[in-house]
C-alpha cells in the first residue's frame, strides 16, 4: 500500500459547482498535513496547511480524520482558475522527515 | 527577493555523461530536498540536507550525488549510473526538518529542471 494515495481523477467540473478530495495515509504516526497545488509543468506551491481542527482559506476548506487516517480539500464555487493539480504531503511523526506526496488529483473546471 | 533558484531550465544529458542541477536559496532555509517527477506520477525524494555538511539518501538516491558545502547551495548531479534521467527535478527548502511547528515543515520550490537524454 502507498504511504499517502490519492484518486488521480480527473474530476471534470462545471464552474460555481463544490468538490471535494480525499487523501488517505497509511502511517499513523504522521503529524503535519499539507495541501499543494500544482500546475501544468510548474513547481508546487503551498496552497494550505490541515490543522488539526480543520481550517478555511476563502474557497477552500482543509480537514484531518486522524481515525480513519484521511485529509480532505473541499472547493466551493469552483473557478476556471483552480484547474490544476492538487497534491496531499505528509509528514511523520518519526523517521525520515521530509514529505511524502501523494501522486495528485487533477481537477478541470469547465465553463 | 527571496526564493529558491534552479538552473539551468532545461538540460540536455548524452549518454554516459554526468551532469549537475544547481539550486540555490536566499531564504536562510537549513533544509534543503531533492525531489524527481515523471509525467503523471507525484514526487519522489532523491536527496535531503538538514543541515550544512550534512545530507540523507531519499527513496531513489540510486545514480545520484549530492553535496552541500554552503547552507545556499544544494546542487544535485546525475550521473552516468542513472539509467533513467529523463524527467522534471525540483528543488526545495524549509526552515528546518522535523519540527513539531506546521510552519518549518512547510517546503517551498525553485522552478525546476527539465532533464532529456540524447
Known amino acids: 500500500r502507498k504511504e499517502v494515495e490519492q484518486d488521480p481523477g480527473p474530476f471534470n467540473v462545471p464552474e460555481g459547482a463544490t468538490v471535494a478530495f480525499n487523501c488517505t495515509y497509511s502511517n499513523s504516526a504522521s503529524q503535519s498535513f499539507f495541501w499543494y497545488r500544482q500546475d501544468c509543468r510548474k513547481e508546487p506551491k503551498l496552497l494550505m496547511s490541515?490543522?488539526?481542527s480543520g481550517n478555511e482559506d476563502g474557497r477552500f476548506t482543509a480537514q484531518l480524520n486522524r481515525a480513519s487516517q484521511y485529509i480532505s480539500l473541499l472547493i466551493r464555487d469552483s473557478k476556471l482558475s483552480d484547474s490544476a493539480t492538487y497534491l496531499c504531503?505528509?509528514?511523520?511523526?518519526?523517521?525520515?522527515?521530509?514529505?511524502?506526496f501523494g501522486s495528485g488529483t487533477r481537477l478541470q473546471v469547465q465553463p | 527577493d527571496g526564493g529558491i533558484t534552479q538552473s539551468p531550465k532545461y538540460l540536455f544529458r548524452k549518454e554516459g555523461q554526468n551532469v549537475t542541477l544547481s539550486c540555490e536559496q536566499n531564504l536562510n532555509h537549513d533544509a534543503m530536498y531533492w525531489y524527481r517527477q515523471d509525467p503523471g506520477q507525484g514526487l519522489r525524494l532523491i536527496y535531503y540536507s538538514q543541515i550544512v555538511n550534512d545530507f540523507q539518501k531519499g527513496d531513489i538516491a540510486e545514480g545520484y550525488s549530492v553535496s552541500r558545502e554552503k547552507k545556499e547551495s544544494f546542487p544535485l548531479t546525475v550521473t552516468s549510473a542513472q539509467k533513467n534521467p529523463t524527467a522534471f527535478y525540483l528543488c526545495a527548502s524549509s526552515i528546518e526538518v522535523g519540527q513539531t511547528q506546521l510552519a518549518k515543515n512547510i517546503q517551498y520550490f525553485g522552478a525546476g529542471t527539465r532533464l532529456s537524454v540524447l
Open positions: 490541515v490543522y488539526s
Open positions: 504531503v505528509v509528514i511523520p511523526y518519526t523517521g525520515r522527515r521530509a514529505l511524502t
